[in-house]
């Protein structure tokens, strides 16, 4: 992105690529959730420390969201 402005590119042209950065990483983000969601937490669940697990989920998840 910053070879980009520095090489003087329009404006909307940066902001579809950062807009583009971020969809991937929301992906991204989505299909690591799911997958720690059925195998991470039912896991968990089946230890009998699901409480512990999701209360790891929901501190990530709020660092993640903000």
């Not at 971020?22 to 983000?29: H, I, K, M, S």
């Not at 059925?38 to 989920?57: F, K, M, P, T, Y």
Request: glycine letters at 6%.
């Amino acid at each position: 992105m910053r070879g980009m402005v520095a090489d003087s590119r329009p404006c909307p042209e940066v902001l579809i690529q950062i807009a583009a950065a971020r969809a991937a990483l929301d992906q991204a983000a989505r299909v690591l959730l799911e997958d720690h969601l059925e195998h991470c937490i039912v896991e968990a669940q089946d230890r009998g420390n699901i409480s512990s697990a999701i209360g790891d989920l929901k501190e990530a998840l709020n660092r993640f969201i903000g």
